[in-house]
């Protein structure tokens, strides 16, 4: 990200102070180091519209299908208030717009200096999230009152801009193990084994899939990533020789290949309802209100199954018109992180787009049995208050960099 096309002469572009070549691409030069900028508030021509545009539809579309989905397990789990769940999602998006529509003015280069101090903080709220009480037997959340804070939220936020910032810092020393390798590992490892100890596979995935797509983006070398593989085909391999894990994966296994036949203490409830969703909208849908499956079937449709739900009202159609949103989110996002301004913005805008791509691709993939349950929530439409705040505060950042980048707004 962050780079122009070579041209056909093979020449670096005219105000060549301003690129450098590397391995045939040419690439915006490091900005200047500097410190916490004196600019509070980001400057620059207006935000990018299609962008902000197609946030507002999705945070529209999703708060309508959050509340759909979630009325019969308000009414009948929370003293018959159907409205328990879509209040208090509906509360936090409004909190979430006004903290985009700041952060959408906020300079995005002061997170160059604190890059560091979230990285801090994340550890921090990592660590401290293992001695509070469990909820459905992991230690995920902070719980204040009825608000509930997920730690990992905060995590991925703080590992994309840390990377974001060495990369630009080490640009090109990136194939070098003291400043490519060792400072990302260095944060990345221990964030991973915290996830674990919550347990927090899905939010493990995404960041390592998340770093993995931030070091290609940054210059690292394929062979780099072959030899993280192998360490990794050498984990399993011991799992699966010397130690007893490996019935246990066998029959969730098998419970993901077919979830209608699954072993004996292999719960697949959840992915037979959703899939049972899904087949009843067909081509048209239900309609919206009108899904069955959300009636007790699948539990907590409002979460991470919501897409089921959507698939059951909506159909095929309605379900594709959605994707088709969010793919040209995604993809207006990687148009202004190529034009960004400068190789920190664009690749902090990357990273900030990844998430939600990564997310979306894995929640769907997730829904209709592609790959196993790890419960992967949907970006914008499940229900998470702080999660929806946190979202919307990254889209802002991302809105503050189109400011400065060399795109058509409107």
Partial sequence: MGF?????????????????????????????????????????????????????????????????????????????NSFFFIRNQAIFAAFGLVSMFFMSKFNYENFRSLS?????????????VLVMPPINGVRRWFQLGPIGFQASEVTKFALTTIFAYLIDKNFDKMNSIKYGILPFS???????????????????VIITLLAGCLLFIGGVKLRWFLIVLGIIAAGVLYLVLFTDRLTYANHRISGWLDPFNAPEGVDTWQTRQGLYAIGSGKIFGLGLGNSKQKFLYIPEPQNDFIFAVVCEELGLF?????????????????????????????????????????????????????????????????????????????????????????????
């Fill in 116 to 128: 560091k101090l979230l990285v801090i903080i994340s550890f921090v709220l990592l660590s401290l």
């Fill in 4 to 80: 122009r096309k070579q041209e056909k002469s093979n020449k670096i572009p005219i105000m060549s102070k301003n690129y450098v070549k590397n391995n045939g691409v040419v690439f915006l030069k490091k900005a200047k180091k500097r410190k916490f900028s004196l600019s509070f508030f980001a400057r620059g021509s207006g935000v990018d519209m299609p962008f902000l545009l197609l946030v507002l539809s999705l945070v529209t579309i999703g708060l309508i299908m959050m509340f759909s989905a979630s009325y019969p397990n308000a009414y009948y789990l929370h003293h018959q």
């Fill in 318 to 410: 309605g379900a594709l018109i959605i994707l088709i949103i969010f793919a040209s989110l995604i993809w207006r996002g990687i148009i202004i992180a190529i034009k960004a301004k400068n190789r920190f913005a664009s690749v902090l805008c990357a990273g900030l787009i990844l998430q939600v791509g990564l997310q979306t691709i894995l929640n769907i993939a997730v829904v209709t049995n592609t790959i196993p349950n790890t419960g992967i929530s949907l970006p914008f439409f499940s229900y998470g208050g702080t999660s929806l705040l946190m979202l919307l505060t990254q889209m802002g950042i991302i809105l503050s960099i189109s400011r400065d980048a060399k795109i058509e707004k409107s």
């Fill in 186 to 204: 260095m944060i990345l490892i221990p964030t991973i084994i915290l996830l674990a100890l919550e347990p927090h596979i899905s939010c493990s």
